[in-house]
Each structure stands twice: as structure tokens, then as C-alpha cells.
């Protein structure tokens, strides 16, 4: 099924409109939209009815009917996922954050795990970094940051006030796209890896297609060895969650048993996979994920694994995929 967005973010102080133009090729019963007002709703030019969760589609036509959904709705900027406002020493930057099940918040979408071709457009002061929408992207892997970012390494991105030098984040995230393109055989898949330090992110790092977010101590007051588990984790997602998604379990397994060799490749003499007990390890919480994949690895070796994740990633390419199709390379 093929489904294209076309997003139009306008926004605005205390809150933001979104123009949203959706088009599908069969009938859908009804699209998610969290809004604070709908100013119009309209499926092939016919109102539709907004119950503050869904819009009711009904049935489109005959299977293999095009529909086109044409909504305008207003939001209210969210304190923790959707889209965030934060104030920094009197600049303003906004940005998304939409995983699992938030993109809702900020524009109508049929659902969260689709891809899509999409197109975005951001109508606000300053800089808007949006994800790489070249390939088909999913409604909760889609991201932007707006605001009056300074660029303070090539590819990374600050708030204009807090400026320092970034080339040693902008190092890491080219050493960590290089890595993962030897081990894997898998040319990074996005024509740059962009990294804007977010401030107030509430979470340590966020990965959407060639736009990473990283909240602003990720890499400047971790350890080294933390701070190369993050950003390698995130560079990671390029591929798992991004070229290939699927269950949660599974991506942030994949992307946290890479991150695990790359560390164990840029800092010599560490040891990425046994965290001390009590640490704040930045990944803890994919513990049980990361033990499945290196059960795996127990069972074939490290080379067959890393072959396996390579074909994994070729054959599923913008796609989805399980533990199955894993397995069955491995």
C-alpha cells in the first residue's frame, strides 16, 4: 500500500497549526488526530467527524479506490512527547518527539508504523532541521528541530547561547557511520547524519532517518565510554529502526548490541558489555533485548552474526522484519 503525507507545520508562540494532506489507495475506517481544535476535516471533499481521537473515515469505495484526507487542526505544544517548546537564555526552539504512539499530537496520520513517502514543511523563525524523507518514513520515526540552531561542528547543532566546539560529537557520529558500513556491508542508507544537542530532551538520544537528537549532556558530561555508547546507539538506529523496523524488542536489541562493538572499538581497553551494577548506563533498560542477541551470537559466533545482520538489513531494506527473519540468517 502505497500512502504519501504531505505535512505543513506553521508554528506559532503558544501553540501551532498543521496543515496535513494525506493520499491512499484503499479504504482506511478512520485516521488518529489529537488535536485542540479541527478547523476542517475532509475525506475526497466531504466533511468527516472528529471525535478529539479519530477521525471517522467510513468506508472510501471499492477496494483500490483512492482517498485523499485533507485536514487542518490546531495543537498545543506537549511537555513531553509531541511537539516540545523550550526556552534557552530568550531563544525559542521547538522540536518532535513522536515514538511510540505520538505523532498524533502534532499532524493526522492513518497510523504509527506505516512508511510513507512524505514531504514536510516548517513555517517558523529560524533553522528547521527535518528528518531525510528521500525514503519512505514512518509517522512515529519522523522528526524535526527548529529553532536558532548554531552549527558547532560540521553536521552537529546547538543552541546559539551554549556554543562550544562539537567537532569531537561530529568525529564520533562519522567514526560511528563508518564502522557500522564496514561491519555490516550496508552503506549508510541517508545522505548525512546530522546531530542537533537538544535542550530538555527527555530522553538521552532520539534517532530518526539522517537526524539525530541527543539531549545536550549526552555527549559532554558522560564518560567517554558512555558518551560513544549513546551516540553509537543512535547511529545504530540508522539501520535498525530506520532501514529495517519491528518490534521494539528487536531494534533497540540490534541497536545496543552495535553500539556495544563500536564502543568496544573506540575506547581500548574498556569493556562495553558488563557495566558496573549501579551505573546509570545510558541503554540499561534494552538489557533483556540486548541478552537475546547475544544468545544468538553464543549459538553461531560473532562472524556468522554480523553476516546475518548484513543480509538482515539488505533483504528488509525500508521494511519490517522479527526475530524470525533474523534467526533464520543466522
Known sequence: MTVDYTIAWHLEPTSFRTHTRVSFPTPRPHALLEATDVRHARLNGHDVPWD??????????????????????????????GFRRVEVDGDTY???????????????????????????????????LVSDTRAPVAPHALAAAVGPWAEVGPDVHAARSRTFDGRAVSALVARSVGFFEDLLDVPYPYGSCRVVLVPELPVLGFSSPGLVLLDTRAPLDLSPLHAATVVAHEVAHQWAGNVTDGESSLVEGLATYLSRLAAEAFVPGADPWTPPTGTPWPDRPYAPHLARVVGLEARVGRKALVRALGEFFRAHRFGEAGWADLEARA
Open 52 to 81: 478529539g481521537a479519530r477521525l471517522a473515515l467510513g468506508p472510501v469505495g471499492v477496494p483500490g479506490s483512492a482517498g485523499v484526507l485533507e485536514v487542518e487542526s490546531v495543537h498545543a505544544y506537549a511537555p513531553d512527547r
Open 94 to 128: 521547538r522540536y518532535t518527539l513522536h515514538h511510540p504512539t505520538f505523532a498524533p499530537r502534532t499532524f493526522c496520520c492513518l497510523d504509527h508504523t506505516t512508511r510513507a513517502t512524505t514531504a514536510v514543511t516548517v513555517h517558523a523563525p529560524g533553522n528547521a
